[in-house]
């Protein structure tokens, strides 16, 4: 059964960093792009990024509300995906979701964890 | 980037109607569409991809079609449990992008 469980969510001052993880079992880590996903309280999905996998060269993509202030990384001997994100904003607030992608490029993300809550507030 | 404009927003449906979503995309996409089911409290769930695939797992009455710029989703026969939230989401390039989501309440 796949799973993905992401970590680290919480509250966070305007400015600060937060680094959020997410746990994979249940399929062949190493061979999928993940994407990292995120909904505002109420709002609907925003894409933040995608980091590919290890056949190309983990290389990544963002959105250009996050880009050069996150940084989606990846650890295939550990099965973990992380979202490094800095300078954080209070419309950063969002649930943060660890996204599977099915195939690679023109594919759909089949599998979604259970999200994590980031909030960013003084 | 790609916008994805999804109607009506807000629709309000009984049990056993027939219910269509239409997303509209700003550029020419083929078919590289998806469709998600948001229930509240819940991460989305894959419906449909390339446009009209059905995921595994997902009943039948749902069904999706269009190319190019114009796409469907259609519930056949709406039951209980597909009282939720649908989003599009464009799979032609990067960033990704989904529409702003079509509230299918009672």
């Known amino acids: 059964e796949v799973q993905l469980v992401e970590s680290g969510g919480t509250l966070v001052q305007p400015g600060g960093s937060l680094r959020l993880s997410c746990a994979a079992s249940?399929?062949?880590?190493?061979?999928?792009?993940m994407d990292w996903v995120r909904q505002a309280p109420g709002k609907g999905l925003e894409w933040v990024g995608r980091?590919?996998?290890?056949?190309?060269?983990?290389?990544?993509e963002y959105a250009a509300s996050v880009k050069g202030r996150f940084t989606i990384s990846r650890d295939d001997s550990k099965n973990s995906l992380y979202l490094q994100m800095n300078s954080l904003k209070t419309e950063d607030t969002a649930v943060y979701y660890c996204v599977r992608v099915s195939g690679t490029y023109r594919s759909p993300n089949d599998y979604w964890g259970q999200g994590t809550l980031v909030t960013v507030s003084s | 980037d790609i916008q994805l404009t999804q109607s009506p927003s807000f629709l309000s449906a009984s049990v056993g109607d027939r219910v269509t979503v239409a997303c509209r995309a700003s550029?020419?996409?083929?078919?590289?569409l998806a469709w998600y089911q948001q229930k509240p409290g819940k991460a989305p769930k894959l419906l449909i991809y390339?446009?009209?695939t059905l995921q595994s797992g997902v009943p039948s009455r749902f069904s999706g079609s269009g190319s190019g710029t114009e796409f469907t989703l259609t519930i056949s026969s709406l039951q209980p449990e597909d009282f939720a939230t649908y989003y599009c989401q464009q799979l032609n390039s990067y960033p990704r992008t989904f529409g702003q989501g079509t509230n299918v309440d009672i």
């Open positions: 390339d446009a009209s």
């Open positions: 550029q020419d996409i083929s078919t590289s």
């Open positions: 249940g399929f062949t880590f190493s061979d999928h792009y």
């Open positions: 980091v590919r996998n290890k056949a190309n060269t983990h290389t990544t």
